[in-house]
């Protein structure tokens, strides 16, 4: 997976607090004071955070960086209080950024502390973001996260497939896995709560071709509802563990009974919580072939048109000669232009 890599300046990272077990750091105008707190459980646009330091390449534990918010403002500290005011990135700004253990780059996943330039490191206690202490302790510490370029994110259109070949498929309120066709009844939209990046262990919402979402009701999966409710919430579980999901993925889908969906020949179920070959999907972009196919319909066109275009001028030339000689030889040329030019069986080109 991509996120084996280093944290780089640059990169997307999300917070989440309490040695990754609380919420994830926010940046919220409330009243026109700009705090920073950590409130949801959430990835969303007021978690997106931009790190970033002097220069590029990999963020290194020890390493002096910025933390800018989608209010395009940094994070700063003044006195015990952890704002984000300007997009300045000067001392205020300035936070040491260090492995809880060990050294070297960080890594998504990692735990850091965040040091401010009065030495003391970020914390968090209930929802409230400060900088009280000088201990890398478990109000200290945040799991840190990134979002990959690449990753499924939400709105995407997907595709499910099962162990069986076929990919899960919606008629009229019927879930069903018969066919290995990507069509428009395979294509689900996926949503998680956030609106971003999609990551392992996130509450998602499969939208059919319909409108409807699917539901789950005890064993029974089917796409009744536009309701974005209980039944139709599903935890989307990555099979090599945590963080983004990713095309290709294989996952698990986790519905509000603790059942996991499971495809046994046509049918769709949600009926044990084992993470077994019959509830292994593999996730996949629906909108790639799409666009292959609309470009190459697209280059298809423009040729048969320029062909159709030289044709016509070329004609044009002929008749519109007035020598009578070149006009006899043109012609005589016109009439081979078959040979020259292969025509389809359906074009018509005549000249009056």
Not at 7 to 31: E, H, M, P, Q, V
Not at 83 to 111: C, E, F, H
Not at 217 to 245: C, F, M
Request: aromatic share 6%.
């Amino acid at each position: 997976m991509s996120n084996v890599a280093g944290i780089l300046s640059g990169d997307t990272i999300f917070l989440k607090t309490r040695s990754g077990n609380g919420n994830y750091i926010d940046a919220g105008n409330t009243t026109g004071v700009h705090t920073v707190q950590a409130r949801w459980k959430s990835r969303g646009n007021w978690q997106a955070i931009v790190i970033e330091k002097d220069g590029t390449g990999a963020i290194m534990s020890g390493d002096t960086v910025y933390l800018k918010m989608h209010t395009e403002a940094h994070i700063d500290v003044q006195g015990t209080g952890v704002l984000a005011r300007w997009n300045d990135r000067g001392s205020w700004q300035a936070m040491v950024i260090k492995k809880r253990t060990g050294s070297g780059a960080i890594m998504p996943l990692d735990q850091v502390c965040l040091k401010a330039h009065t030495g003391k490191h970020l914390d968090v206690e209930d929802v409230t973001v400060q900088a009280r202490w000088d201990d890398c302790g478990d109000w200290q510490a945040m799991m840190i996260e990134r979002e990959v370029p690449g990753a499924v994110f939400s709105g995407d259109a997907i595709h499910l497939t099962a162990h069986t070949g076929k990919l899960i498929d919606i008629e009229s309120d019927a879930v069903q896995a018969r066919w290995s066709e990507k069509g428009e009844w395979q294509k689900l939209v996926i949503e998680n709560q956030a609106g971003r990046s999609i990551f392992s262990g996130d509450v998602v919402f499969l939208k059919a071709h319909t409108g409807a979402f699917i539901d789950v009701q005890r064993e029974a999966v089917q796409s009744r509802w536009h309701d974005r409710g209980l039944w139709q919430q599903l935890i989307i579980h990555n099979a090599q563990g945590s963080g983004p999901i990713l095309p290709s993925d294989t996952i698990f889908l986790e519905a509000h009974t603790g059942k996991l969906i499971d495809i046994q020949g046509d049918n769709v179920r949600a009926r044990w919580s084992e993470r077994g070959d019959w509830q292994a999907l593999v996730i996949e972009e629906a909108s790639s072939r799409r666009l292959t196919l609309a470009t190459e319909h697209t280059s298809a066109l423009g040729e048969r048109s320029f062909l159709v275009l030289s044709i016509l001028a070329f004609l044009v030339a002929c008749v519109s000669m007035q020598q009578k000689d070149l006009a006899k030889m043109s012609l005589s040329r016109c009439s081979h232009l078959d040979k020259v030019l292969p025509l389809d069986d359906e074009a018509d080109v005549s000249v009056a």
